[in-house]
């Protein structure tokens, strides 16, 4: 992730060494009411994405529990679609997009990027905001099955907004506070709250003993944390030194939840691309990983649903 000017996001603490994310610089939004600038159309748009990113994966989710699919490409990298710009042929990077929307753009070229095909514009770059317009404003081109899937029902938008807000604080974004502070203080005054958010996530899946984050329906909240989890293990605990407990022999409940979605729900196990995830971050954060060595382990990525590491089992059997 890079600015125009060719800043590197570990560049981005302040005096204090605490890294602070930019601000999204699109936030268009696709809508289905009369006169909008992006109305739903089939064909108009095209989804920019990373398999390594945790917030492109989101929408990622989305998009295969509502029903899009990619028009299938014979490629031998791992995942759906991987492939050089189909609508832009002769571009090359991210970036190539952003100067040609805005030659003056000076902001971050990130994923996901929304681009509407049809007026040559970017609508949005903002995850969570993209997350939504797949919900619902795109039914009336799905199938009725795709149609009636509901990530955030009504009844659910008030717990759903809170835990939003924490998870997305000291957790989705508290790794990469931890992993790219600049100093001893900036890095212990963010894992600690990270750590202590999981441990909240834990009491809550624990006590509550439903298939689901909320339930034993798939909602936003489960899209939201997932992206991060998956990631803590293989990536997380070495990389960005969020290595106080790991998520296979520290949080049962957690661990449980997270490979109750990998490997049960396609549209998790489906777009969840470990390669693509360990060699980005492993090789592109080069202040974090100055030689840019992939670690082999853990081994496995993910465990089977029936399986644990040793310690948890020996813990599990004598409590």
Known sequence: MATSSGQSITNWADKSGEFKRGQSAFRNFISKEPGAEFPPEKGRYHLYVSYACPWAHRTLIARKLKGWRFVTADEKLPGDNVRPDPVHKDFTHLRDIYFKVDPEYKGRFTVPTLYDVKQGKIVSNESSEILRMLYSEFDDLLP??????????????????????WTYNDINNGVYKSGFATTQDAYEKNVQPLFKALDRVEAHLSKNASTYYFGEHITEADIRLYTTIIRFDPVY????????????????????????????????????QFEH??????????????????????????LPKDEEVSAATVTSRST
């Open 277 to 302: 995830i360990k060699k980005h971050y492993t090789k592109s954060h080069r202040q974090i990983n100055p030689h840019s060595i992939t670690p082999v382990g853990p081994v496995p990525d993910i």
């Open 144 to 165: 009725e099955n795709f149609r009636n899937v509901d990530l955030y029902p009504q009844s659910l938008e008030k717990q759903i907004e809170e835990t939003n807000e």
């Open 237 to 272: 605990v070495q990389h960005f030194k969020c290595n106080i407990r790991d998520i296979r022999s520290g949080y049962p409940a957690m661990h449980k939840w997270m490979r109750k979605l990998y490997w049960d729900v396609e549209a998790f196990g489906s777009t969840t």
